[in-house]
């Protein structure tokens, strides 16, 4: 690599993962959760089979910024969650 920063590890990638999985848990509203995971699972497939360290370093580290961003919005949108469960909850 140029930048001379080794690619994440295998351990590092599934910790990120669990990460975002974890993150989307915290969101109060169901579509949001829901995105959020869906989101993650996709991402995680479309680049599983990335062909070179410098793609999978860029990966991890848009990664790394997106579990930022939803550890944010998490904290956020529990500020503002509706008091009224969605249809899909209420059905458990």
């Known amino acids: 690599m140029a930048s001379g920063v080794p ?4 351990a590092e990638i599934l910790s ?8 989307a848990r915290d969101f109060a ?12 699972i996709d991402a995680f497939r479309q ?17 790394k910024s997106q579990l930022e961003v ?6 956020v949108y ?3 969650a509706p008091k009224v469960k969605s249809i899909m909850e209420n059905k458990l």
């Open 7 to 10: 690619p994440p590890s295998r």
């Open 16 to 23: 990120l993962f669990r990460s975002l999985l974890r993150t």
């Open 29 to 40: 509203d169901y579509n949001i959760r829901e995105y959020s995971k869906r989101r993650t």
């Open 47 to 63: 680049n599983k089979d990335l062909p070179d360290p410098l793609s999978v370093s860029a990966a991890y580290s848009d990664g």
């Open 70 to 75: 939803a550890r944010r919005q998490a904290i």
């Open 78 to 80: 529990a500020l503002y």
